[in-house]
C-alpha cells in the first residue's frame, strides 16, 4: 500500500448507537478507528445517553466522540467509516434518525469547511446536538469551530435552552 502525500490532520468524529447492545457497538467501533489506515485513534470522550431525534418508539443512544489523526482526503475517511458502520451491521433507511446499530458522522476535518452531496462538515446538526457537544468538549475543551464559533459557548447556549437531564455520563 503506497503511503499518502497528504500531511496528518486532526479530525473528530461522533459515534451513536442504539441497537444490538449499544455499549458494545459504540466501544467495538472505537477499536475499529484505531485499525483504519493512516489514521490514529489520539483520545474518545466517555459514553453519554440521551434521549433519540427520532420516533420515540426507539431505545435511547449510546454517543461518544473520538479524536483522530489522519492522512486520509476526508473523502477516503468517510469511506472507511462507512465500512465500519457496515461491518457492525448497520442498515440504511429512507426514514431519517431511525434507529441503527451504529452511526459514525465526521464532525470536523481539521479547519475546512466541506460541501459536497457525499459530505458536508462541519456536520450540519453538529452545533444543535448536545449529545455531540457535551462528548466533544470533553476532549477538547478548547476548540473552536471554522466559523471561529467557541464549542464552551455553544454548549452554554445549548444547555441554558435545554434539559440537560436528557443527557448523561455513563
Same mark, same amino acid.
Given at each position: 500500500? %503506497?503511503?499518502?502525500? /497528504?500531511? $496528518?490532520?486532526? #479530525?473528530? #468524529?461522533?459515534?451513536?448507537s442504539n441497537l &444490538? /447492545?449499544? @455499549? *458494545? *457497538?459504540?466501544?467495538? +467501533? %472505537?477499536? +475499529?478507528? =484505531?485499525? @483504519?489506515p493512516e489514521t490514529k485513534l489520539m483520545s474518545h470522550s466517555s459514553l453519554y445517553q440521551s434521549k433519540p431525534m427520532g420516533p420515540a418508539d426507539q431505545g435511547d443512544y449510546i454517543n461518544s466522540v473520538a479524536e483522530l489523526s489522519t492522512s %486520509?482526503?476526508?473523502l477516503a475517511l468517510l469511506d472507511e467509516l *462507512? =465500512?465500519? $458502520?457496515n461491518? *457492525?451491521?448497520r442498515v440504511r433507511k429512507s426514514e431519517q434518525w431511525s434507529a441503527r446499530t451504529l452511526d459514525l458522522d465526521l464532525l470536523l476535518y481539521a479547519n475546512q469547511v466541506i460541501s459536497t452531496p457525499r459530505l458536508t462538515v462541519p456536520h450540519y446538526g453538529m452545533k444543535e446536538r448536545l449529545?455531540?457537544?457535551?462528548?466533544? @468538549? &470533553?476532549i477538547a475543551p478548547t476548540l473552536r469551530l471554522p466559523d471561529n464559533s467557541q464549542l464552551s459557548n455553544l454548549v452554554n447556549n445549548l444547555t441554558a435552552n435545554q434539559s440537560s437531564q436528557e443527557i448523561h455520563k455513563l
Open positions: 500500500m %503506497l503511503r499518502s502525500t /497528504n500531511p $496528518e490532520v486532526t #479530525v473528530y #468524529v461522533g459515534l451513536g &444490538e /447492545n449499544p @455499549i *458494545q *457497538q459504540v466501544q467495538t +467501533a %472505537l477499536l +475499529a478507528l =484505531d485499525k @483504519i %486520509l482526503s476526508s *462507512q =465500512d465500519i $458502520e461491518a *457492525q451491521g449529545f455531540v457537544l457535551l462528548p466533544l @468538549i &470533553e
